[in-house]
């Protein structure tokens, strides 16, 4: 009897080592297989997420080219705009020279207004100034600012001398000192002679007006209009020479002081 249950209870013991062992090997195998199946999900995961990669990457330098390409129309855009806008500067400055040029080239009568000696006169375009020059009375030079322009009719000339005053009250008294005047600025030419003369009010200002015949040899003859007047200390002189009378009525017409 005891060696019955013995023989038994050997055999029951081997045939639970034998379950224990199928057991084991049943689990290491699904274990196996978990970590087979893990690591194939895991390699799948790792294919896509490196397809998705290249797949950005691939766009990424398609950005990157397209960036360039834009960015090269960009810049020859800027540089299209560029050259257009120097373009457009120089014909601007050319036109503007230009303007310039026909501006100081015309002789269509204009005003021109004298700040420092305060008077307005028109002048058949824009005048040239020339302060470094003097006007003698009487051999006593004065210094002079002096505006001229000429045109297809003549040349025009307005002068302003400044005296010392002392010297002002030393020259004639009356129409004396206007006839000196006359005749040292306006009839100082070799071969001029007077024509005639005559005296004028002129903006309130005793005036002398005269007309000179110069003589320039070989057969030629030009007339020269003059207007002399004082004022203070100053000595204004208007004249034209190679003009009609009708210019120089004109000129000195559209004098008028500020």
């Given at each position: 009897?005891?060696?019955?249950?013995?023989?038994?209870?050997?055999?029951?013991?081997?045939?639970?080592?034998?379950?224990?062992?199928?057991?084991?090997?049943?689990?290491?195998?699904?274990?196996?297989?978990?970590?087979?199946?893990?690591?194939?999900?895991?390699?799948?995961?790792?294919?896509?997420?490196?397809?998705?990669?290249?797949?950005?990457?691939?766009?990424?330098?398609?950005?990157?080219?397209?960036?360039?390409?834009?960015?090269?129309?960009?810049?020859?855009?800027?540089?299209?705009?560029?050259?257009?806008?120097?373009?457009?500067?120089?014909?601007?400055?050319?036109?503007?020279?230009?303007?310039?040029?026909?501006?100081?080239?015309?002789?269509?009568?204009?005003?021109?207004?004298?700040?420092?000696?305060?008077?307005?006169?028109?002048?058949?375009?824009?005048?040239?100034?020339?302060?470094?020059?003097?006007?003698?009375?009487?051999?006593?030079?004065?210094?002079?600012?002096?505006?001229?322009?000429?045109?297809?009719?003549?040349?025009?000339?307005?002068?302003?001398?400044?005296?010392?005053?002392?010297?002002?009250?030393?020259?004639?008294?009356?129409?004396?000192?206007?006839?000196?005047?006359?005749?040292?600025?306006?009839?100082?030419?070799?071969?001029?002679?007077?024509?005639?003369?005559?005296?004028?009010?002129f903006h309130g200002y005793k005036a002398m007006e005269s007309v000179f015949s110069i003589d320039y040899g070989n057969g030629y003859k030009a007339d020269k209009?003059?207007?002399?007047?004082?004022?203070?200390?100053?000595?204004?002189?208007?004249?034209?020479?190679?003009?009609?009378?009708?210019?120089?009525?004109?000129?000195?017409?559209?004098?008028?002081?500020?």
């Amino acid at each position: 009897m005891n060696s019955s249950r013995k023989k038994v209870f050997i055999a029951l013991a081997v045939l639970l080592v034998i379950i224990l062992l199928v057991g084991v090997y049943l689990w290491r195998d699904k274990v196996a297989n978990d970590l087979v199946n893990q690591k194939n999900v895991s390699i799948s995961s790792l294919e896509k997420a490196k397809t998705a990669l290249d797949a950005d990457l691939k766009q990424k330098d398609t950005n990157i080219a397209s960036l360039k390409i834009t960015n090269s129309t960009l810049v020859a855009q800027q540089k299209q705009k560029d050259n257009y806008i120097t373009t457009l500067e120089r014909t601007n400055a050319t036109q503007a020279e230009k303007a310039a040029a026909e501006t100081l080239n015309s002789t269509a009568w204009r005003d021109f207004t004298s700040t420092k000696f305060g008077f307005n006169i028109q002048f058949p375009g824009i005048p040239y100034e020339y302060n470094s020059q003097t006007l003698s009375i009487n051999s006593i030079a004065a210094p002079m600012m002096a505006y001229s322009r000429s045109n297809e009719n003549g040349y025009y000339v307005a002068e302003v001398a400044t005296y010392a005053t002392s010297y002002i009250k030393s020259l004639p008294s009356g129409d004396s000192k206007l006839s000196v005047a006359m005749s040292n600025a306006v009839g100082f030419e070799d071969g001029a002679s007077t024509v005639s003369s005559a005296l004028l009010d002129f903006h309130g200002y005793k005036a002398m007006e005269s007309v000179f015949s110069i003589d320039y040899g070989n057969g030629y003859k030009a007339d020269k209009y003059g207007l002399v007047f004082f004022k203070d200390n100053y000595l204004y002189v208007l004249y034209t020479y190679g003009t009609q009378k009708a210019d120089f009525d004109k000129f000195i017409g559209s004098f008028s002081f500020k």
